[in-house]
């Protein structure tokens, strides 16, 4: 009753054309089905390359430490106020000395010269007390007005505005010949007590408004 293989009775043969009598299941599908009805409920964890270093990548290296940096004045702060805190009126300029109030009692710089007016040049006070004023404040071995700190100067101006009152808007002229004046008897001021070491000798000689390390340093 049954037929051969290949005869019209095997039901292989009586198939349409095109298609297998048999839905043939791929391997791979195959494989998904059984293992997804075997598998357990728990969803299994995604497998994570690890990252892998290039085999010539040095390791990092940190950034050099870059140099501290000086502190930097605010730019708010005027030019005159750039000295160290240890000099005498650091804390202000000669125009803020100027508006202090009670300065009408002391004596008066105008170079017009009006009566009891003083003046350079002319009244000799100004000029001592320009030598007064640097004796009053050598905190260190400068010769030379080239040799003397730019903060020094200042400072030395600033002294000298607390012993004299003059109108704001000559300062720039009074500076001047402050400055001038203070070249010249800074010099001869040194040179003087250079002339008393050699006669009288280091001990003797030395300026009480000296320190023995600036005397030493002279």
Known sequence: MFGEPGSRLDPASSSPPGSSGQETVPETQYTQRVSGSTSSSTPSAPHVHSPMAHPTMPPPVPPPMAPP???QM???????????????YSQYTVEDILRVPGRKGLLVIDPDRPDEILWFGVDGCLASDVTETIKGYFSMEH??????????????????AQ??????????RVRKKFNAKAKVHLL????????GWILKGYARDKPAELTTDVWDGL
């Open 143 to 160: 010769p030379s007005w080239s040799e003397a700190p730019h903060y020094v100067r200042k400072t030395w101006f600033t002294i000298y």
């Open 69 to 71: 940096m000086a502190p």
């Open 163 to 172: 012993k004299y009152n003059w109108a704001l808007g000559i300062t720039e």
């Open 188 to 195: 001869d001021m040194v040179s003087n007590w250079k002339d």
């Open 74 to 88: 605010p730019a708010d702060i005027h030019p005159d106020l750039m000295v160290p805190p240890s000099a005498p």
